[in-house]
């Protein structure tokens, strides 16, 4: 029930496409989903995060789409850049409980081609 | 604003030995966690610690110990070191303040085990 399912394991994407990530989870107390991008070498960098009630969030050119019946939360970056090749995680947590602990998904290994 | 510093940032190191890594949060963050990033595993929560008091563990076996120093300053270790721990060991600093506040990775330190 803690799990984060994350597909596809890895995206090839072609410069200016949109890359879509998907994520599933089960426990229903999580009550925050970021986003983390990390490229090789670094620690993961938050791209965006949304809370359950809300269903879209939009930063740039990064978007949450959020499913709370489903259960289910996505990322897509649209016009990808060669820049966006990076490995990108989901995560939750039960942040009401006054915690970072985060569960994350397996990860996706994205590569957008010039 | 300096982020999050781990040292040593590599590490290399013979079965059965012990080690000690170490992270500086961000000015003002009271919430130290910490992850274990594996190819294989993916990012796993160890611990978590709030003004020098652990509030959460994950699921790693008793030879993984942490502590919060007065200052913030964290410190993992790992004792009788086994050829599974290699890892990338990712430490996140956060003040907690709020339900909204983010959580900031450092680089990690590479630890190896030969």
């Known amino acids: 029930q803690q799990q984060v399912k994350q597909s596809p394991q890895s995206l090839i994407v072609q410069k200016g496409g949109i890359s879509i990530i998907n994520c599933a989870y089960e426990?229903?107390?999580?009550?925050?989903f970021p986003w983390y991008q990390q490229f090789p070498g670094k620690g993961p960098a938050l791209l965006i995060a949304i809370r359950p009630d809300v269903s879209e969030k939009k930063e740039g050119r990064f978007t949450i789409s959020f499913n709370k019946s489903a259960k289910q939360f996505s990322l897509h970056i649209m016009d990808s850049q060669p820049g966006d090749s990076a490995t990108y995680f989901c995560?939750?947590?039960?942040?009401?409980?006054?915690?970072?602990?985060?569960?994350f998904g397996t990860g996706t290994r994205l590569k957008v081609l010039a | 604003k300096a982020g999050v510093t781990q040292t040593p940032r590599y590490l290399i190191k013979t079965r059965g030995q012990q080690v000690t890594l170490s992270c500086s949060p961000i000015?003002?963050?009271?919430?130290v966690s910490w992850y274990q990033q594996t190819p294989g595993q993916g990012l796993q929560f160890l611990f978590e610690?709030?003004?020098?008091?652990?509030?959460n563990k994950g699921n790693f076996p008793g030879r993984f110990s942490g502590r919060q120093f007065s200052n913030s300053r964290s410190e993992m270790n790992v004792s009788t070191l086994e050829l599974g721990d290699s890892a990338l060991y990712l430490c996140?600093?956060?003040?907690?303040?709020?339900?909204?506040?983010?959580?900031?990775f450092g680089q990690g330190t590479r630890l190896t085990v030969v």
């Open positions: 426990n229903t107390a999580f009550d925050y």
């Open positions: 610690y709030f003004s020098e008091t652990q509030r």
């Open positions: 995560a939750a947590s039960i942040r009401a409980s006054g915690t970072y602990k985060y569960i």
């Open positions: 000015s003002g963050h009271r919430s």
């Open positions: 996140a600093s956060g003040r907690l303040d709020s339900i909204n506040t983010e959580a900031f």
